[in-house]
């Protein structure tokens, strides 16, 4: 009897998450795939295998309220499976896997196509249950096991090539995924999605609302609830949202360290924990989580919590969360397993007014998930966020920072000070237009202190000195920063044609684009 891994790789999903347009459809697109992923999981134990990736226990049917997609009510099993089995004829193997994935997408279909639900006129239940599965495209292979290799590396070459052979519906009149997610009008978009999961994965996407009757219903949060999780209704941030994607950076070197299977199932392991974990800090801080499977990371929050706290030292605790999980996994000596290679995310940060489409901020989001991960010469220096800021009157700002680095504590330091908006538009102003004395000035260290009480010497400025103060040691603290940096890595994005910018021009960016972001944090609703 010979021993085989089986690889799988279950999509579309980021086609599929691209459709949603409210929080309700894209926390039930990527609930579809984890449920999806999870009756695999079952089903590939049936036939005698031993799942290795995801973390999935052989005896998942008495751990379920542990490890099973319902625990946090989000979806936490990632696009692919991997998992090794035992079988004397390799035709035989192949049918059974065959099999148990049609099986799976059979049984997804039943769940999510009802009497009533995501009925197209015309269309018998059967007929869009095949669109269903004809739509899931779930790929899979089969190799010789191999001992002392890291399977996730092995098989990912296959699963990407089976990846590049999608197969689609031949009838696209029949679109029973984005009724599913649309409903039948504007008043009822929630209904198809919280009658095809009966809101059992429900967890931080539910809330209690008292009806027109006085009695407590459940109802699918929107953008609006999340946005005005904020503390105080009367800023303008009580009306924007944010969309976060989180990924682990240089996780192939991470698992080249690692050998055998027992190796990569507790790596597994590990990533499910934080994944269930960083749920929960989402959940406690107002936000709402999508998908957390594997190192990635997916959700919809706040710009601040009700305490004050921001999306940005969110993210951070985020991001201490997932290398606590590395740092604590040790071995029978009590040694650190990780010691040495303790891995760091990347975050891209979407934010947008709370009208604007939700799949548009989406795709926003991965694309600042892509500059945070951008990286020249040195591969330690990941671990970034890039923030998007996309107001409701066009305006918008960049920019990208090292996580818990000099440009973040300076952000923080300057979001937690106290100030009116309109003195902000005054010291941007004033900024700008002084830009080639400040330049001087930070050529010459001591002339910048001097320069700051030139520009701000109006008898207004002495009761806000020490905010002005504090914008001087931030401009000090930042251009420092800079001029350690080789490789300009702060700087956001240089234009095709936009000569090379000198540390002091890139310093006074930066800072400008922090207060700019102050004030945006800052602005009462109505202002202009």
């Avoid at 795939?33 to 089903?43: P, R, T, V, Y």
């Avoid at 997408?105 to 669109?131: F, M, R, W």
């Amino acid at each position: 009897m010979s021993e085989y891994y089986v690889g799988i790789t279950i999509g579309p999903i980021i086609e599929t998450l691209c459709m949603a347009s409210r929080p309700a459809s894209l926390w039930c697109a990527s609930a579809m795939f984890s449920w999806l992923a999870e009756d695999i999981c079952n089903k590939a134990i049936v036939i005698g295998g031993t799942i290795i990736s995801p973390f999935y226990p052989n005896d998942s049917k008495k751990t379920a309220n542990e490890y099973g997609v319902t625990t946090t009510g989000v979806g936490k099993y990632h696009d692919r499976i991997i998992f090794r089995v035992n079988s004397d004829n390799l035709d035989s193997l192949n049918l059974n896997v065959k099999q148990m994935i049609e099986d799976a997408k059979q049984a997804l279909a039943d769940e999510l196509v009802t009497d009533g639900v995501t009925k197209t006129p015309g269309q018998s239940k059967a007929e869009l249950q095949k669109v269903i599965v004809d739509y899931l495209q779930v790929r899979y292979v089969i190799t010789e096991a191999k001992e002392k290799c890291n399977c996730i590396l092995y098989l990912s070459p296959y699963l990407d090539a089976a990846e590049l052979c999608p197969s689609f519906s031949v009838d696209q009149s029949i679109q029973p995924v984005m009724t599913l997610f649309e409903g039948k009008n504007d008043e009822t978009h929630n209904e198809f999605v919280k009658k095809c999961f009966e809101l059992k994965y429900s967890g931080n996407s539910i809330i209690e609302v008292i009806n027109e009757k006085g009695k407590i219903v459940y109802k699918i949060r929107d953008i609006e609830s999340i946005a005005e999780s904020v503390s105080g209704d009367d800023r303008k941030i009580y009306n924007y949202y944010a969309i976060v994607q989180a990924d682990g950076d240089s996780m192939t070197k991470l698992l080249k360290n690692l050998h055998g299977d027992e190796a990569v199932n507790d790596f597994s392991k590990i990533c499910l924990d934080y994944t269930s974990k960083s749920a929960k800090i989402i959940n406690d801080f107002g936000g709402m989580t999508i998908y957390a499977g594997g190192d990635d990371l997916l959700f919809i929050s706040p710009l601040e919590n009700k305490n004050g706290k921001t999306v940005f030292e969110l993210c951070s605790d985020i991001n201490e969360c997932f290398q606590n999980k590395f740092k604590d996994h040790k071995n029978e000596k009590g040694e650190c397993v990780y010691k040495d290679n303790i891995p760091t995310l990347s975050f891209g940060i979407s934010i947008n007014y709370k009208k604007f489409p939700l799949y548009e901020a989406f795709k926003d989001a991965l694309t600042m998930l892509d500059e945070a991960k951008k990286i020249e010469k040195d591969e330690d220096q990941k671990n970034k966020t890039a923030v998007h800021i996309m107001k409701h009157s066009g305006q918008s700002v960049k920019f990208r920072y090292l996580n818990n680095g000099v440009l973040y504590n300076q952000l923080l330091k300057i979001l937690k000070i106290q100030s009116d908006s309109v003195f902000l538009h005054s010291m941007m102003f004033k900024i700008d237009l002084y830009k080639p004395l400040l330049i001087a000035a930070l050529k010459n260290d001591n002339d910048l202190e001097q320069t700051f009480n030139n520009i701000f010497d109006s008898g207004y400025h002495e009761t806000v000195m020490n905010y002005i103060q504090t914008v001087r040691e931030c401009l000090k603290t930042i251009y420092d920063d800079v001029k350690e940096n080789k490789n300009n890595e702060y700087y956001y994005e240089k234009k095709p044609d936009e000569k090379e910018k000198s540390k002091e021009e890139i310093a006074l960016e930066l800072l400008y684009n922090l207060l700019r972001t102050a004030r945006f944090f800052s602005e009462k609703k109505g202002a202009k």
